[in-house]
């Protein structure tokens, strides 16, 4: 996590570092595809077409999240995958998919608009498999990940 919100925070400090010229946009644009391809290739999965906190191939399987500590000692299982890369999906699509609209507007090419229909889809899917995991009171009962 701390490296994807470093590359995000530091994208307008590139921006401006690379003395980038008001008319041409062509080094922004190269150096935002360079974060967009870095970041998608450590942090996205394309069975979710959710980006993850952690690179996903160390997001832990099902099996080892269920066996994650309790976050607090009175024992409440950790429901929500905490410490894992996956409890924060939601959050970091939802930025994620709010640049691409902004990126749309200025640039209104088809490479964006596919970008952004994957991102949604994941978070509709993840509400999907939340909401087909809870049970009567409202519990989550199972945990979103690539299964």
């Known amino acids: 996590m701390k490296i994807l919100l470093s590359i995000i925070l530091l994208i307008p400090f590139i921006a401006f570092s ?22 998608k290739k450590l ?18 399987p099902p099996e080892d999240m269920k066996a994650l500590k309790p976050l607090k000692k009175s024992g409440v299982p950790n429901w929500h995958g905490g410490g894992s890369g996956t409890e924060d ?7 994620i998919l709010a640049g691409l609209c902004d990126r749309y507007k200025v640039l209104k ?11 949604f ?10 909401l087909d995991g809870l049970d009567r009171r409202g519990n989550i009962l199972g945990l979103i990940l690539f299964d």
């Open 109 to 119: 090419d088809d490479e964006t608009i596919n970008r952004a229909r994957a991102m």
């Open 43 to 60: 942090y996205y999965s394309p069975k979710t077409n959710l980006f993850y906190t952690r690179p996903v191939v160390k997001v832990p």
């Open 18 to 39: 690379q003395k980038i010229d008001c008319n041409n946009n062509s080094a922004l644009e190269s150096k935002m595809e360079e974060l967009w391809n870095g970041s």
């Open 121 to 130: 889809q994941g978070l509709i899917d993840e509400l999907r498999r939340i």
């Open 89 to 95: 999906c939601s959050m970091l699509g939802g930025i």
